[in-house]
Nanobody
Framework: QVQVVESGGGLVQTGGSLRLSCAVS????????IGWFRQAPGKEREFVAT????????DYADSVKGRFTISRDNAKNTVYLQMNSLKPEDTAVYYC?????????????????WGQGTQVTVSS
């Protein structure tokens, strides 16, 4: 059984930083393309970033480019989302998702497994 577990959320002031972690267990971690998504209250889930299974290929939403960095450590079965220069509009529940594919995807429907989410709140 595959499990996806996010951690690292919290409350931070505008301009601050957080690092989210996503641990995936239950299958060879390097099989997965991984994506981060977020959902704010009253809004649809939106794409944030994605990384290929070998960590070479990444992609970001325009709203986070230059501020967020996705990376992975296959030896630790973990993907990270480093979030810098945070803004109040980054406030959301952040979800990690895994798909059995070489690459990630910006489409939520392309993913096979999802975590429960971690709350990120940026105060102004």
């Amino acid at each position: 059984q595959v499990q996806v577990v996010e951690s690292g959320g919290g409350l931070v002031q505008t301009g601050g930083s957080l690092r989210l972690s996503c641990a995936v267990s239950g299958r060879t971690f390097s099989s997965y393309g991984i994506g981060w998504f977020r959902q704010a209250p009253g809004k649809e889930r939106e794409f944030v970033a994605t990384i290929s299974r070998n960590g070479i290929s990444t992609d970001y939403a325009d709203s986070v480019k230059g501020r967020f960095t996705i990376s992975r450590d296959n030896a630790k079965n973990t993907v990270y989302l480093q979030m810098n220069s945070l803004k109040p509009e980054d406030t959301a529940v952040y979800y990690c998702a895994a798909r059995v594919s070489r690459y990630g995807s910006s489409a939520p429907t392309d993913y096979d497994y999802w975590g429960q989410g971690t709350q990120v709140t940026v105060s102004s």
